[in-house]
């Protein structure tokens, strides 16, 4: 089929990769002309495991192109929105500028009969007034919203092979075009949930506003234990194995970031109350909240374990991404931990694998070395708030060797304590 794909971000740029790889002939569309050559060169322009294999395939074999010009979508039977949705600036709302411009730039161009495919996180209610929209435009295009639910790390995998297909559709045309795009994905045994729109928009909202609040949970669980001397992992492990629960997404630490669930919950509550369903969600105020206790409580910890002042006291920061295996530092619980302690006038040595070049650009004034040795040497104290692996892995004796003082806080409780402690480490997990 022919398929095109507006905004070539995170989402659109897998999506468009994807698409190729399952033997569309795809276009991507974004206005960002440098994005669009990167990416027309079969490069992609951030980090994600997978994704340049699959984008030199596409544009190796012509089935995968890139442009400036929306008018080269008009031949596409089927298109997908995968533009941005952030959180409004000074409000919890999100913005969908974006949405909205990627809408009127496609009505003109969008075939009588084609499909235009919803695929960004958007406020339940959107996709019916995006469907008035397109009429007042005088486009005959259909619409369906599709949810994307793919994980950084694991974009590729969760676009090719997810755990379910949601579409929201206001008629069969719309469904029987969406089973097309997707046969092989379906054939291969992929639940299919045909529903309407505010149902399409609300599972979307809704599976990130409970693994949020799974996770704020197990930190809630946290902040008990560490005045009860009790260990929150191993109660993570206990009510884990209740298969109702599920041991999955309750990692207690430093708490949740990245680019969607923050925004989310926050776009859901502020959604809520206009429609007048505020306390319906009020708890998703305490999620917020329990998860942004979670980074003071890393400065707390490296008050006391420095004896009240952090002032001109070496720290390495070990990690700057929201999560390992991901270049992205969008509302990143650790770069907010080294920016806090730096503020506090601590002399910060940052390090991550992926993400320095992203957190210099937020923060210059931050000191960033290239690698864990660099940031540790002479350092009085470690801060481990991004569980990449090489971080999990390092050896208490060698990293005690390479500090002035052997103490550590594992805002990720990535770590065996007992294996730190006996390497002559002062240990401080989360809740442990
Ligand atoms: C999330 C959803 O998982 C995905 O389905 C949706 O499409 C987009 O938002 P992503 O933002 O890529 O995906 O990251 P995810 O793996 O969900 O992690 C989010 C944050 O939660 C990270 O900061 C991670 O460190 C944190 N987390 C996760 C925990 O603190 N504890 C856990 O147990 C799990």
Request: proline content about 4%; overall charge negative; aromatic content about 6%.
């Amino acid at each position: 089929m022919k398929i095109s794909v507006i905004g070539c971000g995170y989402l659109g740029a897998v999506h468009a990769a994807a698409m190729a790889k399952l033997g569309h002939d795809v276009v991507g569309v974004d206005t960002d002309p440098a994005k669009i050559a990167r990416l027309a060169a079969g490069e992609a322009p951030f980090f994600e495991p997978g994704l340049p294999d699959l984008l030199r395939e596409g544009v190796e074999s012509g089935r995968l192109r890139f442009t400036v010009d929306i008018s080269e979508a008009a031949e596409a039977e089927v298109h997908f929105v995968a533009v941005g949705t952030p959180q409004l600036p000074g409000a919890d709302g999100a913005d969908l500028t974006y949405v909205h411009g990627a809408f009127d730039a496609l009505a003109p161009v969008a075939a009588s009969g084609s499909l235009i495919v919803g695929k960004s996180t958007v406020p339940v209610g959107t996709a019916a007034e995006l469907a008035e929209r397109l009429a007042a435009a005088g486009s005959e295009a259909l619409l369906a919203w599709n949810p994307e639910f793919l994980r950084e790390g694991f974009a590729v995998a969760d676009t090719l092979t997810p755990d379910r297909l949601v579409y929201g559709v206001s008629d069969e045309r719309a469904a029987e075009l969406l089973d097309a795009v997707y046969s092989a994905i379906l054939t291969r045994g992929a639940p299919r949930i045909v529903t309407d729109f505010a149902t399409a928009e609300l599972v979307k909202t809704a599976a990130n506003a409970f693994l949020a609040t799974k996770i704020s949970f197990i930190n809630a669980m946290a902040e008990i234990a560490e005045v009860t001397g009790a260990d929150v992992t191993t109660l993570a492990d206990a009510i884990g194995h209740d298969a109702r629960i599920g041991r999955r997404f309750l990692n207690a630490g430093i708490g949740f970031g990245g680019g969607c669930l923050p925004k989310d919950i926050r776009a859901f509550t502020a959604r809520a109350e206009e429609i007048g369903r505020a306390e319906s969600v009020a708890f998703l105020r305490q999620v917020d909240a329990i998860n942004l206790r979670r980074r003071e409580r890393v400065v707390e910890l490296a008050l006391e374990l420095l004896g009240g002042s952090v002032f001109e006291r070496r720290i390495a920061v070990l990690g700057l991404t929201f999560k390992p295996n991901s270049d992205d530092v969008r509302d990143s619980p650790a770069l907010d931990v080294a920016e806090r302690l730096n503020g506090l006038g601590a002399a910060v040595v940052a390090t991550d694998p992926e993400g320095i070049e992203n957190a210099r650009a937020r923060h210059p004034q931050l000191a960033y070395a290239p690698d864990a040795s660099d940031a540790l040497r002479g350092a009085e104290l470690a801060v481990l708030v991004t569980e990449w692996g090489e971080y999990r892995s390092l050896d208490p004796v060698a990293t005690g060797g390479l500090m002035s003082t052997a103490r550590i806080i594992d805002g990720r409780n990535a770590l065996e304590p007992a294996a730190w402690r006996a390497a002559g480490f002062e240990y401080r997990g989360l809740g442990r």
